[in-house]
């Protein structure tokens, strides 16, 4: 059996979206207190990850916004949304992150004030 491109959109599409729902949920809670344990290396080293980890995020929150589900597909722009709110959630929990290690910063590595 041979697949067309608009038959193979749909599983395409939920492949995506399950891609993209299970990588965003890290499960981790901010800690603050182990950002001031670490030395100015390590936090230089966690700001780029974070700011990294914000950048796909988006990225990956705009190919979901912007992917366009059909008509006939029941529940996808509802599926779709919710995937687009997991990712923005997770950016705010990454800029939370940020700012937690940004602080520490300022408060341990004088270069960096």
Do not use: H
């Not at 067309?4 to 981790?28: N, Q, W």
């Not at 919710?82 to 520490?104: F, G, S």
Request: charged share 20%.
């Amino acid at each position: 059996m041979k697949l067309t491109s608009t038959a193979a959109l749909p599983f395409t599409l939920a492949a995506m979206l399950l891609l993209a729902t299970g990588c965003s949920s890290t499960g981790r809670s901010l800690d603050s207190a182990k950002y001031d344990k670490m030395t100015c290396v390590e936090l230089n080293s966690a700001l780029g990850d974070t700011a990294s980890d914000i950048s796909q995020t988006a990225i990956t929150r705009g190919k979901v916004a912007n992917t366009s589900v059909p008509s006939w597909l029941l529940g996808g722009s509802t599926v779709k949304t919710a995937v687009a709110n997991r990712e923005t959630a997770r950016i705010e929990r990454l800029q939370q992150r940020q700012q937690a290690i940004v602080a520490a910063r300022k408060r341990s590595c004088p270069s960096s004030q």
